[in-house]
């Protein structure tokens, strides 16, 4: 995944700021990112115990000056974030802009639309930063890994799903015609939802055949899920055997913050600046 795609400021204060936000190969960037994923947690955590009605009613109070303690917290961070880099705006509408921003705009909103703060628990998608903050190299090659096996598997599996939505329409006309609306499949599309639930072996159990030729046919398709299951993990499995597993760095370009470069790259093989 690529991070936020910013070029880094000249130089001066806005530099400074830049290398402890951005980036974790200083003490006080490390520190920073490390107290940041603390903090997330934490939010998290009060947004989940907040939703816990014999808390909310013994600690309210505390909980909601926590949760704004957290979002101003959060909302200069973001600040800071902005002030650093050449272009603002071009950040706030990359992935980690975009979840920066919904990480402190159910609060403001909660003002006027009462609940809106629990969906606060967004928070922990900002999460993800811990692949580029704790520099865990390992986790990035097998990301590429497991990216490069899913592109190379996505013909195959889009197939697999064709196939797969073909099996549960003709099964599930075929069980609209054998049940018929006395038993409980009171049109195609019912049919093909009782069809999907049994194909993939989840058996939600509030739809079931009542005619011999109905369980028969359930029967069938019931023996056909289990087989299927295994047909995309065999498709991405193979292409993991075929996958050279990369020696990657975690260094990040300073132009277009992309990572997953080679321990031996010179220059950003997504940009062409140099490293």
Not at 53 to 72: D, H, K, M, P, Q
Request: hydrophobic share 50%; glycine share 6%.
């Amino acid at each position: 995944m690529k991070a936020e795609v910013q070029e880094s400021p000249g130089g001066g204060w806005r530099q400074r700021i830049y290398e402890t936000v951005f980036e974790a190969e200083t003490r006080g960037g490390r520190l920073f990112d490390v107290t940041l994923i603390w903090l997330i947690l934490l939010s998290v955590a009060t947004v989940i115990l907040e939703s816990v009605r014999s808390i909310r009613e013994n600690y309210g109070n505390e909980l909601a000056v926590a949760e704004w303690f957290f979002t101003i917290l959060f909302t200069f961070e973001f600040v800071m974030r902005l002030l650093s880099v050449k272009r603002p705006i071009r950040y706030a509408l990359s992935f980690y802009g975009l979840i920066d921003i919904l990480a402190i705009l159910p609060t403001y909103i909660s003002f006027f639309v009462p609940g809106t703060q629990y969906l606060l628990a967004i928070r922990i998608l900002r999460l993800l930063r811990i692949f580029r903050i704790l520099k865990l190299s390992a986790y990035v090659a097998e990301a590429s890994v497991i990216t490069t096996a899913l592109k190379a598997s996505r013909r195959k599996i889009f197939v697999f799903f064709v196939a797969i939505l073909s099996i549960v329409t003709v099964v599930g006309s075929l069980m609209y015609v054998i049940e018929g609306e006395v038993n409980g499949f009171t049109d195609i599309p019912t049919s093909i939802y009782w069809s999907i639930v049994t194909l993939t072996t989840v058996g939600y159990g509030d739809l079931s055949p009542k005619t011999g030729l109905g369980k028969f046919l359930a029967s069938v398709v019931m023996i056909m899920g289990y087989a299927i299951i295994a047909v995309p993990t065999g498709i991405v499995t193979a292409e993991f055997a075929r996958v050279v597993r990369p020696t990657a760095s975690t260094h990040v370009c300073p132009e277009c913050h992309a990572e997953g470069h080679d321990v031996d790259a010179v220059h950003c093989k997504f940009c062409g600046s140099k490293l």
